[in-house]
């Protein structure tokens, strides 16, 4: 079946540019996760939600990162301000039930602020 | 909170031999450890995970294995072939769900 799919794959933004990224996670994934991959690094965790619920925001790094999966399935991850340090390649991941541990990676959205 | 080490951070093997990349972990509570392949530009891909209830899994050409009093466990590669050639990410998911992960490893399979 479909993968998580992630749109644009592409953006890039005038410093100061408020931006939102989609994520369609797996048809039925109850567990919806973003991340931040900077260049050469490891992804980095940023926020996690249960169906629309969002339970675990302690990586988004500022006030001006916002994420929101209202109907519990596509979620929307909104960078306002953006600043040159929020270039990077933003992840959405997907995993089946709550208990399960296994992630689904998308494509990715590549972020350029200029 | 966790942190998780990853060396070496590139790797070069001739095509046939193995590859061996190696993690460390520091949260106890961690109990699920996932390996990731990212080639350029693509999303990473799990090739293979492994849970704090067992010591080893293999698949194929593919082994981890898990040492849970020593926080570390390992990625090998047998028979390693040009198409192995990509960054390697080792994660361990702590208790609230996140993984964290590695710096990654760049593996370059040499013909």
């Known amino acids: 079946g479909a993968g998580v799919s992630q749109s644009p794959r592409y953006k890039v933004a005038k410093r100061g540019q408020d931006v939102a990224l989609r994520c369609d996670p797996i048809?039925?994934?109850?567990?919806l996760f973003w991340y931040q991959q900077a260049l050469g690094q490891g992804p980095e965790f940023l926020t996690y939600?249960?169906?629309?619920?969002?339970?675990?925001k302690s990586g988004l790094p500022s006030d001006r990162f916002f994420a929101e999966r209202p109907e519990g399935s596509v979620s929307t991850l909104k960078i306002q301000r953006t600043q040159q340090e929020d270039s990077a390649v933003y992840l959405c991941?997907?995993?089946?039930?709550?208990?399960?541990?296994?992630?689904?990676f998308g494509p990715g959205t590549r972020l350029t602020v200029l | 909170g966790e942190n998780v080490e990853q060396h070496p951070s590139t790797l070069s093997v001739q095509e046939g031999d193995s590859a061996v990349i190696k993690c460390t972990y520091s949260?106890?509570?961690?109990?699920?450890f996932p390996w990731y392949k990212q080639e350029l530009g693509k999303r990473p891909q799990l090739i293979i995970d492994?849970?704090?209830?067992?010591g080893e899994k293999k698949d194929q050409r593919i082994a981890v294995t898990l040492n849970k009093t020593a926080k570390h466990f390992s990625l090998h590669i047998t028979e390693t072939q040009p198409e192995d050639s990509a960054v390697y990410f080792c994660?361990?998911?702590?208790?609230?769900?996140?993984?964290?992960f590695g710096t990654g490893t760049r593996l370059t399979i040499i013909p």
């Open positions: 048809s039925g994934h109850v567990s």
């Open positions: 991941a997907s995993s089946l039930a709550a208990g399960d541990d296994t992630q689904y």
């Open positions: 939600f249960q169906n629309e619920a969002q339970l675990d």
């Open positions: 949260d106890s509570a961690s109990n699920y």
């Open positions: 492994i849970r704090s209830n067992v």
């Open positions: 994660a361990a998911l702590t208790g609230a769900n996140n993984l964290f």
